[in-house]
């Protein structure tokens, strides 16, 4: 079995959102070229906001971080959305976010005013944004059709292929969506994370966002 590098999968990304702005083809993701640079930055720009939406192959539910030996708690660097567990009561009277000190994430707890925590672990649901390499292909192509998409205008600024672009991104983010049915397996019956009983509706969660 071979394997390709995240490198060359990037590439092929880039060298797929050249193409589709009638540009040529390229051997390396060496910035110097214009072209490559503005592809590749997109690349990443789009692949860090479908990841933040929160997906079935990058959200976690229940996820421990540890209460360091200061009482904070560190976030790690990849973290898009993050939020107190919400199978646990506990949090009930908690409101928890990110906040940044000295460079370095902490949570920080909004309604007592702090970064200090109690216990040994604090349970989030937590978005990540995930390597390049480790999309799933649905998204992979998802990601690379919108990124074609705003190229398309930075480069070409032509209405007719903005146009073409945008009805193949839609065409892929469906593909992307299908893909996420059948690995979320999501029912209007409210089964929580990783059960199989029934939760009914509860309207006070909306009541309270």
């Avoid at 970064?115 to 192509?141: H, K, R, T």
Wanted: glycine letters at 6%; hydrophobic letters at 35%.
């Amino acid at each position: 079995m071979s394997y390709t590098t995240g490198e060359s999968i990037e590439l092929k990304a880039v060298n797929g959102i050249l193409a589709s702005v009638g540009q040529a083809p390229v051997t390396t993701l060496e910035q110097t070229n214009p072209d490559v640079a503005i592809c590749y930055q997109t690349l990443l720009d789009v692949s860090r906001q479908v990841q933040a939406e929160g997906w079935t192959f990058n959200t976690e539910y229940d996820f421990p971080l540890n209460i360091n030996t200061d009482n904070t708690v560190s976030i790690p660097d990849n973290t898009l959305q993050i939020s107190l567990a919400i199978n646990h009561p506990e949090y009930g009277d908690k409101d928890a976010v990110r906040r940044t000190v000295d460079g370095v994430p902490y949570l920080y707890e909004r309604v007592s005013h702090t970064y200090n925590w109690s216990g040994s672990s604090v349970f989030v649901d937590i978005v990540s944004l995930i390597d390049w390499a480790d999309l799933p292909l649905p998204f992979q192509a998802y990601v690379t059709g919108r990124a074609s998409t705003i190229v398309s205008q930075r480069i070409i600024s032509d209405p007719t292929l903005y146009q073409m672009l945008s009805q193949q991104e839609t065409y892929l983010r469906s593909m992307a969506m299908e893909y996420e049915c059948n690995q979320g397996k999501p029912t209007f019956f409210g089964h929580p994370v990783g059960k199989d009983y029934y939760q009914p509706y509860q309207p006070f969660h909306a009541l309270y966002r």
